[in-house]
């Protein structure tokens, strides 16, 4: 047990590692085997994560703790150094906990199972080592590892524009880190460590400075770097303009890839600006934050009325990212602008709030979509239609989440995007003005999708016949009943997630 | 006056002249029937002289015996030793040589001639120099036109005879242009160049030997000889004569026109547009030939252009590179001729394009042929690179970085054609691909002497280090 | 006196090849076995000299000296540093992965085997050997196997012209190399061929700034630098698959290799007046060769480009002359040789069964070759510079080097890291996923076991090294900072 608590984070990290390398060597064609071999794996993390919070302590004056650090690459000084904050922690909760569910919900996967399920585990070591590290380098590592089984499980196990779209995720996350890469080196190079607090600590003492490039000014080394981590973490959020590759491999995933996609991907954006732009260029970023706001704005806006007018309930789910996702940036904006007062960090929590809301709530659309097309086999939203007496269990999950999505107060949309909004007000009031218009726009799209699927005149192609419409099963439910409650308690009682979170949010901005 | 060094400085060509006595009584005696095992016993007799040699006729000090007429030094020693080798090589290659092979009198004729190109690496007298090249030249005129009924043979010798005889001509002249004004023909004690005189003596001599050495321009008579000459000849011509020629080159330059002299930087200036000429022209011309005799007989041209790098530097380690690289070049030299010659016994072609599916014939053969040609080509771990790695470093060392670039630019003109060679030799398959029904059966004469040259090209190429001292120490004397 | 394990390393090919030479052509079987046990030996061997360099102690070690021509100043002296020791392993895996691959040649096995190990042998003498002598010697040796190689065992289309590109490239260059060095010799005044004494020369400024670009780019001929890369695309597709292996995998080290040692090492101030021009051939190299690789439909063609681009990166490490981008082209030359290995491989047993390399015909690989397209994907993940991968490891600092002395440069290299990607992935997933043509329906064959070695092998050895860089990587770093020693502190 010594070494298991002092060693929890490599064992959270790399437990889905060694998973995948045991389903390797199971006998072949044994899929059941495969798939409980699979989620089994995947809750091991997700109760270790459970122990690691319950042993947290957010009180503590040392914001860090469950450090880890090993040397890896000596020659340019990068060390293997692991830490979870309050921020961070959450984020490694939302990861364990979405990653079963989404093995679970993928249990409908006929082919290349053992692929397939070796993927997601590798997927789920990606993101869980960009929460954890406290090396820019080995963030960036993980950073790119989680870039590759999400563009095979795309590729290979999408739906018909596959191919298309999966390069297209390729090509702007990796574009995306090519800046991120070159602005990482940059700053290893002038400041001879990788390790993130110390370049904190460093950053505004050109004293320690190692070595920088043709006797570059620091500020242009600062502003170089600053703009290629907005940039590429923009990409990631997606922040409108750059968000175009997103509904379609949010389209053409699969059900699971989707909620992982929608559920934790998106968050690393996000997570970087939290973690990395807000911290190194306080001055930077507050400079900029009108214009963050007003990205923010556009993506709130914009997403929701793309999202009004999709006809492909995927999509209109997909937008609905882009704009809850846009929340998630007004509070970021909000605390770069205003950094050190009691509104940012109002604003940074209900940021990071809205970060585990969103999580759950796209995994749970996600796969309430994926749910309906796999009856269907379409996903357009012209051809459902009062649905609701075919299918009740499934309507009344789906109503219950598509409020949580909308905001409805009592459930865990409404605490964070009220903390948001209660944060930027005093900074950005007119920005916030304009996302509440934005927010309106948001109970339309929802209840749109609602009343397309589930009420108005029944299609009779889905009550008779072969076609017949099957209710919600007992697997599907496991999948979602974790998700509601989640909802629920937050909505009601947000006070165990918000401890955590405003610890590290306060001891930081 | 008599002493004991007078019989070692001649030893060898007593004994080379005793063992063509005894060829000469045993052909005799045999009347012609199994002419053959005459070649064993040459090859066997200039064997046992060479052992015997290398033991008891190694010089210590460099003396002059014979009044001036003979130097007796490792110069002379290393390259009669060379000869003497070349010769037995050459015995071995004729025996199963139509025509050449039964008869008497062609061992007796390799042997007068080996005689000939031994003094001819010791003669520091001009008479007896001249004496000794044509000593070497007339049995040669034979032996090249040997075959009465072959045309190009004919054709061979009589050309051969008519170019060496005007070459030897212009040598003689400028020999008594020597005498005429300096009044001895002694080379140690010529002395007192004007320059008219001196420009005189170095075009008329270089003309001579550039021609026995085949040096362009004056090397359009050896293709046809070569090619109309039987193989083993050629083998012998293109290489023991040639070193021959070097080793007098090497004497009567340095020792007329010391490095120390006023007149040394023109020869050599002359002496290096010669060998640029020459490996380009031998290369050059080479690459579109399609008989291989006549490939190889550009490609020895362009090697004789590659050893002049080394003259040219005029250094100590100059003189031991070309005599490294003689030692080399004479030992490959002989290998791709045996094989030639081999080839052409059981098939009757000489063309290139006829060696394909080689490899598949006689895969023993094929391997001493990549051995040699690669050797030729400069490639380790065989003689030729070494050898060429010296001469070119002798030209850097002499500060003639870019005679170095011309060699180099060369080796690979002459990569090229090689490797067509091989390329015949171990990709093309013959005509209807069944090279298993016409096998190439080597005789035993050609096994081991084939096995002997490869071997030997093998250890110079790697174990390079003694065969280096023994061109130096060569080298030593004349300075 | 101790067991003298390099020059055993070194000869133990030609003994193999020997022992080859004389067994019975027919005895094909025997012949392969025989030809393993001589790749495992080296790999054994040269795998325990990795084992057992002392990175503390660092500078050369398991040295062996023995006089070969003293009065030259030749001698036969042999010693690795922590430069040259991962790339006697990496020749130790190469060959033994690539004597497994080639079990199936029927063609003359004998000959095959005996001149793959000649080769191999000059590779093993090239990385070991301490006398510039010596190395040239090695370096012929090596090169020269390669024409027979790829003219009699190659693709019969383009072998002959290939195989006499390539040997006439390379021989230029290594000729017009063996000039400097024999320049080198005389100048120094010391009258050897002693790499470590002639370090000490201190040749003047003049005649490095003279010197030092025909030497380096001599070598840089065989590694394959701009605009003398010509050969080696032509060379890798013209050649059977374990030769393409060597020659993308080792051979094209040897000359980043010769040209750093000879280079750099022994003209440092020559190196530091022309590393801006190599900086940029090394860019044109890196940014070139990618493009060019995406617009091949032959996957070796596009293979044999992408390693021209990545070796660029190699040079490009060495012209930043700084402790990041050299160690990182150290590693690099690793990475890359078991990455194109793996390349190779893999193209091969696809080509074998499908006997088509054209892109546009392939497809659907995946389902009965899994092992290749997994370990094919693995490589193109480390020819992307994934983390996680060696590429990312050797990659990372060669890029930090860039940027400490053109950071322009570094983000017109970094470039090639997108078009990579584009093309590995498109090329990827035509040739592994998708319809498999209707043609090739059931002529796909199962790979054997002992491929499935080879695969697993090198691509084991891809993940090691990206996920523990410091198994390798500080023992390059204590080879390098030797070389930044050399050339005046830093």
Redesign the interface.
Known sequence: MDFLSSHLLSVILFFPVFAAILILFLPKGEDKLVRWTALIASLVPFVLTVVLWLNFDASASSVFQFEESY??????NSNFHLGVDGISLSMVLLTTLLTPLAILASFSIKEKVKAYMMLFLFLEMGMLGVFMSMDL?IF??????G??PM?FLI??WGSSNR?YAS?KF??YT??GS?GL??AI??L??SFGTYDIGELISHFNYSAVLH?I??N?DINAVKAISFWAFVVAFAIKVPVWPFHTWLPDAHTEAPTAGSMILAGVLLKLGAYGFIRLVLPLYPAESAHFAGWLAFLAVMAIVFGAFGAYGQTDFKRLVAYSSVNHMGFVLLGIAAAAKAIGTANAHIAMNGAILQMFNHGLSAAGMFFLVGVIYERTHTRDLREFGGLFPLVPVYGGILIFTSMASLGLPGLNGFVSEFLVVRGAWGELAGYTAAAMLGLLFTGAYILKGVKNVLHGPMNEEWAHGEHKLTDINTREIVVMVPLMALMLSLGIWPGWLLTVINNAVTALF | MFNSSMILAILPEILLLLLGLLILILDIVLKGKDGRNLGWVAAGGLLFILVLNVFLAKPTMPTDVFGGMIRYDMLGYVFKMLFIFGAMLTSLFMMDSEKLGNRGESYILLLVATIGMNLMASATDLIMLYLAIETTSIPMYILAGFMRDDKKSTEAGLKYLLFGAMASTVMLYGFSLIFGFTGTTALGAISGFSLPLALGVIVLILVGIAFKISLAPFHFWAPDVYEGAPTPITGFLSTASKAAGFAVLMRLFIGLFPPASAYAPSWTLIMAVLATITMTVGNVVALSQSNIKRMLAYSSIAHAGYALVGVVSLSELGVGSVTFYLIAYVLTNLAAFGIIAAFSKVTGSEKISDFAGMSRRNSGLALAMLVAFLSLTGMPPFGGFVAKVFVFAAAVKADMVWLAIVGILNSIVGLYYYLTVLKVVYLHRMEGENEEAHPIPLSRPYAIALSVLSAGILLIGIIFGPWFNIASSAAAGLF | MTFPILSVIIFSPIVGALILLLMPAERKTEIRVVALMTATFALILSFWVYLNYDQVAAGYQFIEKYAWMPQLGISLHLGVDGISTPLLLLTGVVMFTGVIISWGIDDRPREFFAFLFLLASGVFGVFVALDLFMLFFFYEIAVFPMYLLIAIWGWVKTREYAAMKLTLYLFIGSVVALIGALAMYFNSGFETFNMLVLETANFSPEFQKIWFLPVFLGFAVLGGIWPFHNWSPDGHVAAPTAVSMFHAGVLMKLGAFAALRVGIMLLPEGAKFWAPLILMLATVNVVYGAFIAMIQKDLKYMIGFSSVSHMGLVMLGFATLTKAGMTGAGVQMFSHGVMTALFFAATGMVYDRAHTRQIPELGGMMKPLPWVGVTFIIGGLVSMGMPGFSGFVAEFPIFMGVWQVKPWVAILAVISIVITAAYIMLAIRRTFFGEMPKELEGHITPISAMDKVALGLLSGLMIALGVFPSIMVPMVETGIENVLRLLGGA
Request: cysteine-free.
């Open positions: 040397i890896w690459y000596a020659a340019i380098l960036f590592v993980f950073w790119e590892i870039l590759v563009y590729n290979q191919n390069l390729m090509i990796v574009g090519l890469l070159l080196q940059l290893g190079v070595n490039p043709l570059m």
